[in-house]
């Protein structure tokens, strides 16, 4: 199957990266921006397995594995403490939460 | 008892009496300051049998020790005083009993006051007997942290803002002298080593030497003070116990002078050449300067500081002359204004117990009730205003003469600064003893006490023998003097270990 | 060379007299010392002693002084000079200076007159100090005086020579300032010190000036090499002084001469003085610590004759003689008239010094010595049963009631006026003469008018305060036995001094010439073959005198003299509204340094320090904790706004490496 | 055009539409399905390069587990809460956009050139295929991970327990008799206590 | 075709499965045994888990070997921060008994979180992959999160680990483009290269020009971004003061030391060895984190007024001072680095115990004026935090001046003096909050006395040794400078 260009994917990436990036940021659901962490860590999936198209091997495609095992840990964790926040306020709103400044 | 080890157990002595006044139980008021005095006298005594011991008319280090300590880093345990730092030793030994008779007021507080005062003293010697200078900078900071509180805990209203004013102001510059010793020991040939000795001579480019000259400046030029780095020392002074003052004006603003001259020349002979004009600037700046401001000072503590200011401008001068005289003249001039201003600040701090108050405004016509103290404020402020026959005059005149010697005009601003001194204290003096009494509360103060006799009377001893007979402090000088001058004046063309040859 | 000025700088030089231990002239200075070392720690427990101990301690050094002068007499008029070398002082390097004393004829002279009058003084101090409640520090400060005199006076080198210089000032300031309760005193104290010291500082550099040029500080070799090379092989080793060097260090040295002897423009501080002690006015600011600047011209006049310092030092002298005899005459207060004359009378010696006439110079300072301490003395006496009054006009007709007191003053008056044959005429001749001979006329003119003025002026003072009717201030009583003479150790004092004001004269007179030719050895021989050449010159100066004495008389003793003083008045109005405010010149002072340099004192201390430099300290130190506190604000407590900040951090430095990875 | 680009076209607009979708969803299950819908598309991508069972993972694990894990959550806190889409920091939408754009065009420009001053192409692409013929895209990603991905194989699942027990620890019940501790607002900013005042 | 197994070397990892098995032991023994009673076998448990750990580690010294397939280097630097991590993990477990207590949470999820972040550390120190080095960072930033939010009652302590976990998620996200980059370039993770004749990412730069290497510049720049979170570097940082300040505070200790040296581990694996071709790439960034990180840490702490958040400025500070030993990236560098680190965890950990005790229940009294009047009702612990605050200050005598010493030397000695100059000036300015600390607790009053501390002699205990040692690195160093001298030397580099 002859392919498009790798660096099209890598492009791909990035721009998917950047929109995580941007999503965190902007975004004020708790939930929604680990989503946008969530997506950030699927961008370099892609970009993992591009690489490992580009060198021929297939390390990079188990270094996906290895970024799906973090995510879900991360998730369970994430979400647990976001759960603990919520419950005591009732929203999941980060911006709600700026005791701890200055 | 070797010399050596005798100058290290001078050096320790105080520290064991910290740790001992630390453990003496809480409720004897009185002891801690007993230890501590008993401790500071057997220091002094200690010391003297180190000054019998001194030879005359050698440059080098005498007395040294060396042990390896971080033989890792290069650093060692080398310890040895020359004809500068014996005096520096002499004087600080000298001035502590002084200082602990002068805290005999204190006692809330007292175990931990005299605990920081002793460590002060400890590290004030180490200071001025270190050879390595790793060790050298360990002392150098660590007199800041007793001093610091000393300020801070037992001084008076402003006196936070004056310890952290003290402290910060010479962690600047201390800092900028850590790089530089750094720097110097890392460009030094062969292995690491932090010692003076094998650093002296080492070839730096005139570019790297102005930089580290700098570095070490910066310390220096903090601590002695020059002006305009000068401004935490006024503060310090008024709002520090009289003997945190004592021993700031003593000692402490000597290490920054000492410093100039065992490391700043002699490490980096060509920077200093070429920085001379530049720090007789500073140095008669602080003279005029200095002088001025202490005119209008209504604190006759502040008073006194900003003298201090006055006094150390001509030791920088006296050192940065290039003259044996010069040089010589200023190293005298430390123990001189140890001395004076030492004895200035005790009375001060007399005066200050006896009415709670230093403002000048609130004296006057004192030479009535308490004739003696005045007697002897007169006295000590003769001594420090130069008149000839104290010990004031040698050191000032000899670094007028050094410095005329070589730079004319120089000596005309610098000069005026005694006439200066003479207006500041006079004045001051004539506010505060003189004239009727004009407040019911002056009237009734006692005179000295025995204690205060025995604080006072060792100074004004020494006042008039170095006035009248200061052959054997500055037959004892002198070598080491002529060394660090030949280096000021040749550069490092000349090896600084070469024999000594006479500097006009 | 450099054997030749370390030989020297290491006295002895040539061989002179030879001490025994006793006969040190270090012991004169001894004496004092002792009395005042001992006087200071047990002055209470000495008492009502420490006058005579005190006393009889100056004694036993004028008794001293006496049997070295005997002794030196008893020397070949070479080989007078003494050379005592007690110990090292100050020695570093090549810098060398000893404590080191020369005893010769000149420094002898001053010495009797020290020690003399000095005793005289102190005797004269017992009765008019009784009661003070600091009595014995009295003393204690006159005997230290007489130390530090003596130190000067017997001073081998210029530097010891400064102790004294120095030493004695700290004197004065101490003495003036002896009632310190008192707020003119002790600011008149301070004043004495402070002037002092700024003609100190120039002083002190002067000597720079020869420690550089002369590698030395020994008066004697510094003369040696200010004159001609001595023969023999000393003379391959004898580098001499340029005149540049000389005339900068001698002018140098002068201008300390001003403060001390109180020369325009220094004088300033000795009217003040006045607020001293009477016998300290006497003793310190009359007869002898004034007088210092005199003898230092003249123990170094190698030194000022080689340059051109002379000219100074002698214009300096006449117009202050002219420009003090003019305040003198508008002048109410006793002791200032006394004051602004004793300055008159030093600028008359400058003047002498200034045309060479060192031994005039000399003379008058001798004569000066006597007079002016016995009128000083007087007018003590006359305070002193006045209740402290000083206000001439407030007095009249005393030497009624006061005998002694009258008729010694009296004499002291005709000597300053330069009467025949009392002492004055002839020193004041001399100076003339010498003034005169040099070709100075303009300068022997100032003489004559300042004679002519002196006379005016203490006539003036005499008549109005011991002739005429009996007057006193209000408040004191005139009955029986309150004004009267003073107790007899305040008169034993005055008829000593006045006898020799009397014949003070006979020291030198002109065909002897007997002072002049002791101190040739020393001074050099004076160009003025006679003392009393040309005598229509004496006779002149004599006619001044009586002239000035002759118009006082007829404004303050004739009958119509208060009307003719009257007519007088609006045409002198404003000299005499200038002169009581001692022509305004503290005022010029005050305005042109005083109060300039206070003001950049203040702005030092409280704009430029505590607002400039420290401002910046605090201000680097408010600046972090402003900073601070911005940055602390960045830390909003919005996790979003730290992703932000992490994404900017980011951002940037992945700006940088694609910069630089984009440029190659 | 290649079937290839067809689909990568496809695949592409999917992923970028999705990824966009989720930033302008108010809503977080909306959020959540449109992250799904990205992620299948990239399991598209994984099939175009290739990597056959990191596909099938993509969709099992990610599309499958991990989001129903949100979407549970989500329905925990209330699903009809939709975010207001204002904001209330000031500048942060900006920032975030313009640094977005300004990362997007780095890390595209820097990873193109970076990759080409390597000389990487798609050269790996025939080695790729021949692991993927033989021994097959399975059995080689099998052999690797328990070979030379050994450790962090065996490092995931302390990874995992990690997890499970900071769950367990978090899940714990508070105990709330000792009461819910406020804290204390922060102090307002620049009061600093008054001797320091003087000092700074 | 048969299946390469790697030798299994489980030696390579054992400090690391000690620890996790202590963990589980730890977990199932309070599920066993159930609260019943007083909860101290937990931490003789951690205590026994940590020391056996650290004696495996010790065990590896000097053997210095790539094992497990190139995934771990068992080198004398990994040893050296694993006996590091293993001490400061006893304190924090010692400091932290008591604590929990008084807190009410003594669990034994507690305990094994530590365990295994101290674990996941370890890994950290001895990763020779970079994926390793992600799933330890993983590990133990999933633990920290965990541990961050342990004071469940608290606000504080949810806000905290919140903020933590997003930030620290988001930052993983770069962290891992950073790898993904490096493998882009490379086609490699393995750092070394390995028996099995793959090249590692050091092999890879040998033979590579490094004009070319720009993806793995950029690569270069996210693991810095990525760590550079881990050790509070500017900007990196925003989440320190939050995370320290609501944190329990033996977690903030635990935080403070532990992270710290564990994530400089892997910079200084990364960047002064790996990567040491390519420092004309990463340096200039690392020193202008490293200057802002010393300035913006010092001067952001000076009108702190709660005692935690000070000192996590000040170490957010500290993160600076340590970086500039990173760019000398010399053996002089890397050993005063671990010098730095070891000697600012112990005296971190001390002051943070301090806190603690005095912090009371629920850490009420964390403010600057509950500190007033401090040396005079508990003059021993307000003598311990001066020993501390100075130690953190860079005062001589104490262990901090010798780190410092190190760390400006090495930059001077690469000559970058000059950064050592702005370092020194930034510590003048993080004195002034050392010293406002000491006004507080000797100049001051106490407006009310001391309440009776709740926490006890273990903690008392911790504080005393973390004195002793503060002292004795400050004066008798040379040994321990020695062991970080011999611990710069990289497997295979």
């Given at each position: 199957m002859t392919s498009v260009a790798p660096g099209y994917y890598l492009v791909l990436a990035g721009l998917m990266f950047t929109i995580g990036v941007v999503g965190v940021l902007v975004r004020r659901n708790a939930i929604v921006i680990f989503m946008f962490v969530e997506l950030m860590l699927n961008a370099v999936n892609l970009i993992f397995v591009t690489f490992a198209r580009m060198h021929g091997n297939v390390d990079g495609q188990i270094l996906v594995f290895f970024v799906l095992v973090v995510a879900a840990a991360e998730v369970t964790v994430g979400l647990a403490i976001i759960l603990m926040i919520a419950r005591r306020r009732n929203s999941a709103d980060v911006d709600g939460v700026h005791l701890l400044r200055w | 008892m070797s010399g050596a080890v005798l100058l290290n157990i001078v050096i320790f002595v105080p520290l064991v009496g910290a740790l001992a006044v630390g453990v003496l139980p809480k409720d004897r008021i009185a002891l801690p300051r007993l230890t501590a005095l008993a401790v500071s006298v057997i220091t002094f005594l200690l010391s003297v049998v180190l000054l019998i011991q001194f030879k005359t008319g050698v440059a080098g280090f005498q007395f040294v020790s060396h042990r390896q300590w971080i033989p890792q880093f290069g650093v060692g345990y080398t310890t040895g005083i020359d004809g500068v730092s014996l005096w520096m030793v002499m004087l600080t030994t000298f001035l502590m009993p002084l200082g602990v008779l002068a805290s005999w007021s204190i006692t809330s507080r007292a175990k931990p006051y005299f605990v920081f005062l002793l460590a002060l003293e400890t590290g004030m010697l180490g200071v001025f007997s270190s050879i390595d200078m790793f060790l050298f900078y360990l002392f150098w900071e660590v007199v800041l942290i007793p001093m610091y509180f000393l300020i801070g805990m037992w001084g008076y209203e402003r006196r936070i803002y004056a310890a952290i004013k003290f402290l910060l102001f010479t962690l600047v510059g201390s800092l900028l002298m850590l790089v530089a010793i750094l720097a110097l020991a890392f460009s030094a040939q062969g292995h690491l080593t932090f010692d003076y000795r094998s650093l002296l001579g080492t070839p730096l480019s005139l570019s790297t030497q102005r930089l580290l000259f700098l570095g070490f400046f910066a310390s220096f030029a903090v601590k002695v003070p020059l002006v305009p780095l000068h401004t935490w020392l006024p503060d310090a002074h008024t709002e520090a116990p009289t003997a945190g003052s004592v021993m700031l004006a003593g000692v402490l603003l000597k290490m920054g002078a000492y410093g100039l001259i065992r490391f700043a020349i002699p490490l980096f002979p060509d920077a200093a050449r070429e920085f001379v004009p530049l720090m007789m600037t500073l140095a008669i700046a602080g003279i005029v300067y200095g002088a001025l401001v202490a005119i209008v000072q209504r604190d006759l503590k502040r008073l006194v500081a900003y003298s201090s200011v006055a006094h150390l401008g001509f030791i920088v001068l006296g050192i940065f002359v290039g003259t044996i005289q010069g040089m010589s003249g200023g190293i005298l001039q430390m123990l001189n204004h140890g001395l004076s201003t030492g004895a200035l600040f005790l009375l001060v701090g007399a005066i200050y117990d006896r009415r709670h108050t230093r403002q000048i405004a609130d004296f006057g016509g004192l030479a009535r009730s308490i004739p003696i103290l005045a007697g002897i404020f007169l006295f000590v402020l003769l001594s420090s205003i130069g008149l000839p026959g104290l010990n004031g005059f040698v050191g000032e005149f000899l670094i007028l003469v050094g410095t005329f010697f070589r730079y004319r005009w120089w000596v005309v601003p610098a000069a005026f600064g005694i006439v200066l001194a003479a207006i500041y204290l006079l004045w001051a003096y004539q506010r505060v003893f003189q004239g009727e009494i004009t407040r019911e509360e002056n009237r009734t103060m006692r005179d000295i006490d025995v204690r205060e006799v025995a604080m006072l009377a060792p100074v004004i001893a020494l006042i008039i023998v170095i006035g009248v007979y200061p052959k054997p402090f500055l037959d004892r000088i002198e070598p080491s003097a002529a060394r660090v001058v030949q280096t000021l004046r040749h550069g490092s063309v000349i090896s600084p270990t070469s024999s000594v040859s006479q500097v006009p | 060379m450099t054997l030749y000025r370390q030989c020297a700088s290491c006295l002895p030089l040539t061989g002179g007299m030879i001490f025994s231990w006793f006969l040190n002239p270090g012991w004169l200075i001894a004496f004092p010392l002792l009395g005042a070392v001992l006087l200071l720690f047990f002055g209470k427990r000495i008492g009502r002693f420490a006058g005579v101990l005190a006393s009889g301690l100056l004694g036993l050094s004028f008794v001293l002084g006496l049997v070295l002068f005997g002794a030196q007499l008893g020397t070949a008029g070479s080989q007078r000079t003494a050379y005592v070398h007690l110990f090292d002082w100050i020695s570093v390097g090549s810098f060398r200076v000893g404590a080191d004393l020369t005893l010769d004829q000149l420094s002898i002279v001053m010495v009797l007159v020290v020690t003399g009058v000095g005793t005289l003084i102190h005797i004269y101090s017992i009765g008019y100090m009784e009661g003070d409640p600091r009595y014995p520090r009295f003393f204690c400060y006159l005997n230290l005086f007489a130390a530090l005199m003596l130190t000067l006076v017997l001073a081998g080198n210029l530097l010891l020579l400064y102790v004294g210089w120095e030493g004695v000032g700290l004197c004065s300031f101490l003495l003036i300032g002896f009632w310190f309760e008192r707020a003119k005193a002790s600011n008149a104290a301070k004043k004495a010190f402070l002037v002092n010291r700024v003609g100190d500082f120039a002083f002190l550099i002067g000597i720079f000036v020869l420690a550089k040029a002369a590698s030395t500080l020994s008066i004697p070799?510094?003369?040696?090499?200010?004159?001609?090379?001595?023969?023999?092989?000393?003379a391959l080793l004898h580098q001499p002084l340029t005149t540049g060097i000389a005339t900068v260090a001698s002018l140098l040295l002068f201008a300390g001469a001003t403060g001390k002897s109180a020369q325009i423009p220094l004088y300033i501080w000795l009217p003040d003085a006045m607020e001293g002690p009477t016998p300290v006015s006497a003793l310190i600011h009359a007869a002898t610590m004034v007088t210092a600047g005199v003898y230092m011209v003249a123990r170094l006049s190698p030194l000022f004759q080689l340059g051109s310092a002379l000219t100074v030092v002698a214009w300096i002298g006449g117009l202050t003689a002219l420009w003090a005899a003019l305040m003198a005459c508008f002048e109410f207060d006793i002791k200032r008239v006394l004051a602004y004359s004793t300055i008159s009378q030093l600028g008359y010696m400058f003047l002498a010094n200034g045309v060479q006439g060192y031994s005039a110079a000399m003379f008058h300072l001798v004569t000066h010595a006597f007079f002016k301490a016995l009128m000083f003395l007087g007018a003590g006496a006359v305070m002193h049963s006045l209740a402290g009054e000083t206000d001439m006009r407030k007095m009249g007709g005393l030497r009624k009631a006061m005998p002694i007191t009258g008729y010694t003053f009296l004499v002291g008056w005709l000597a300053i006026s330069g009467v025949f044959p009392f002492a004055g005429f002839w020193s004041k001749d001399a100076i003339l003469a010498s003034a005169w001979h040099q070709g100075q006329y303009a300068l022997w003119a100032i003489g004559v008018g300042t004679a002519l003025l002196t006379a005016f002026y203490m006539s003036r003072l005499y008549f109005r305060v011991f002739e005429g009717p009996l007057l006193v201030p209000d408040g004191v009583e005139v009955h029986d036995g309150r004004v009267h003479d003073a107790p007899i150790t305040m008169v034993i004092a005055l008829v000593p001094l006045a006898f020799l004001s009397v014949v003070g004269g006979l020291l030198n007179l002109p065909p002897s010439l007997t002072l002049e030719h002791f101190l040739e050895p020393v001074v050099g021989r004076s160009e003025v073959p006679a003392g009393l050449t040309p005598w229509f010159l004496a006779s002149l100066a004599l006619v001044a005198g009586l002239a000035g004495i002759a118009i006082a008389y007829m404004l303050y003793m004739r009958p119509d003299g208060q009307t003719r003083r009257a007519a007088l008045y609006p045409r002198l109005r404003i000299p005499i509204a200038a002169a009581a405010n001692k022509f305004y010149v503290d005022e010029l002072y005050g305005r042109a340094i005083v109060l300039p340099g206070k003001a950049l004192a203040s702005f030092s201390a409280y704009t430029l320090d505590?607002?400039?430099?420290?401002?910046?300290?605090?201000?680097?130190?408010?600046?972090i904790a402003a900073i601070s506190d911005r940055v602390r604000r960045v830390q909003s407590g919005y996790v979003r706004n730290y992703a932000a900040t992490f994404l900017l951090g980011v951002v940037v430095l992945f700006s940088i490496v694609v910069v630089r990875l984009a440029t190659g | 055009m290649s079937l290839a680009v067809i689909v990568f076209g496809v695949m592409f607009i999917v992923a970028l539409g999705a990824s966009l979708a989720m930033l302008f969803s108010p809503n977080a299950v909306h959020v959540a399905l449109f992250l799904v819908v990205a992620q299948v598309a990239l399991a598209l991508a994984f099939l175009l390069q290739g990597a056959y069972f990191v596909a099938a993972m993509?969709?099992?694990?990610?599309?499958?587990?991990?989001?129903?894990?949100?979407?549970?959550?989500?329905?925990?806190?209330?699903?009809?809460?939709?975010?207001?889409?204002?904001?209330?920091?000031?500048?942060?939408?900006?920032?975030?956009?313009?640094?977005?754009?300004?990362?997007?065009?780095?890390?595209?420009?820097?990873?193109?050139?970076?990759?080409?001053?390597?000389?990487?192409?798609?050269g790996g692409s025939a080695a790729l295929n021949a692991i993927n013929q033989n021994p097959g895209n399975v059995k080689a990603i099998a052999r690797l991970l328990f070979s030379r991905y050994l450790l962090p194989?065996?490092?995931?699942?302390?990874?995992?327990?990690?997890?499970?027990?900071?769950?367990?620890?978090?899940?714990?019940?508070?105990?709330?008799?000792?009461?819910?501790?406020?804290?204390?607002?922060?102090?307002?900013?620049?009061?600093?206590?008054?001797?320091?005042?003087?000092?700074? | 075709m048969p299946l390469n197994l790697p030798a299994v070397q489980l030696g390579g990892i054992g400090p690391e499965i000690a620890l996790t098995v202590t963990a589980l032991v730890a977990l199932v023994a309070e599920a066993m045994v159930g609260d019943k009673i007083s909860r101290w076998y937990l931490p003789v448990i951690a205590t026994a888990g940590l020391v056996v750990a650290g004696v495996l580690a010790i065990a590896a010294w000097n053997t210095s070997k790539v094992q497990l397939a190139g995934a771990i280097a068992n080198d004398d630097f990994a040893v050296f921060v694993k006996v590091a991590l293993a001490i400061f993990g006893l304190l924090t477990v010692w400091v932290a008994r008591e604590y929990l207590e008084r807190e009410g949470i003594e669990e034994s999820e507690f305990y094994a979180l530590v365990l295994l972040a101290v674990a996941g550390m370890m890994l950290m120190a001895g990763a020779a992959d970079l994926i390793v080095m992600f799933l330890a960072l993983e590990t133990f930033s999933i633990a920290l999160y965990v541990l961050v939010g342990s004071r469940r009652r608290s606000l504080d302590g949810q806000e905290s680990a919140m903020k933590y976990f997003l930030l620290g998620a988001f930052s993983s996200a770069f962290f891992l483009l950073g790898i993904a980059l490096a493998y882009g370039a490379a086609g490699t993770t393995n750092l070394y290269s390995s028996p099995g004749g793959v090249q590692g990412i050091a092999g890879f730069l040998s033979t590579h020009a490094s004009s070319n290497l720009g993806l793995l510049s950029m690569a270069a720049v996210l693991l810095i971004v990525g760590l550079g979170f881990k050790i509070a570097a500017v900007p990196f940082h925003m989440w320190t003061p939050d995370a320290y300040q609501g944190a329990p505070s033996p977690v903030t200790g635990f935080m403070a030391a532990a992270t710290k040296i564990a994530a400089f581990a892997a910079i200084l694996r990364l960047f002064d060895a790996i990567l040491y071709p390519l420092r004309w790439d990463w340096r200039p960034l690392v020193i202008g984190i490293a200057i802002i990180t010393m300035i913006a840490g010092s001067i952001a702490a000076i009108v702190q007024e709660d005692v935690k958040r000070m000192l996590a400025y000040s170490s957010i500070a500290h993160a600076g001072f340590v970086l500039t030993g990173v760019i000398a990236a010399n053996d002089q560098g890397v050993s005063g680095a671990l010098f730095y680190l070891v000697t600012y965890g112990i005296t971190v950990l001390g002051a943070f115990a301090v806190v603690a005790m005095l912090s009371g229940r629920?850490?009420?009294?964390?403010?600057?004026?509950?500190?007033?009047?401090?040396?005079?009702?508990?003059?021993?612990?307000?003598?311990?935090?001066?020993?501390?605050?100075?130690?953190?200050?860079?005062?001589?005598?104490?262990?901090?001046?010798?780190?410092?010493?190190?760390?400006?030397?090495?930059?001077?000695?690469?000559?970058?003096?000059?950064v050592s100059v702005i370092g020194v000036l930034a510590s003048s300015v993080a004195m002034f909050f050392y010293l406002r600390v000491m006004v507080v607790m000797y100049m001051q009053e106490s407006e009310d006395a001391q309440a009776a501390l709740p926490m006890g002699s273990l903690a008392g205990g911790v504080i005393a040794l973390c004195a002793v040692a503060t002292i004795f690195f400050g004066l008798a160093w040379g040994p321990l400078f020695e062991v970080a001298q011999k611990a710069t030397f990289f497997a295979g580099g």
């Open positions: - | - | 070799v510094i003369n040696a090499l200010a004159g001609p090379a001595p023969p023999g092989p000393a505590a607002r400039g430099i420290d401002g910046l300290v605090n201000g680097t130190g408010g600046l | 993509q969709i099992i694990v990610y599309a499958g587990a991990i989001m129903v894990l949100f979407l549970f959550v989500i329905m925990l806190l209330g699903v009809d809460k939709r975010e207001a889409l204002i904001e209330p920091l000031r500048g942060q939408r900006q920032v975030a956009i313009g640094l977005g754009l300004l990362l997007a065009a780095e890390i595209s420009y820097s990873v193109l050139r970076g990759v080409h001053l390597l000389g990487l192409g798609n194989f065996e490092a995931t699942s302390v990874l995992l327990v990690v997890a499970i027990v900071g769950v367990m620890m978090l899940a714990r019940r508070i105990d709330t008799a000792a009461g819910l501790f406020e804290p204390r607002q922060p102090a307002e900013p620049s009061a600093p206590i008054e001797a320091e005042r003087e000092a700074v | 629920d850490e009420q009294r964390v403010r600057l004026t509950d500190y007033r009047g401090l040396f005079y009702d508990h003059p021993l612990l307000a003598g311990s935090l001066t020993l501390f605050l100075l130690s953190l200050g860079g005062v001589p005598i104490t262990a901090g001046f010798v780190g410092k010493v190190l760390v400006f030397g090495a930059a001077v000695q690469a000559g970058y003096a000059w």
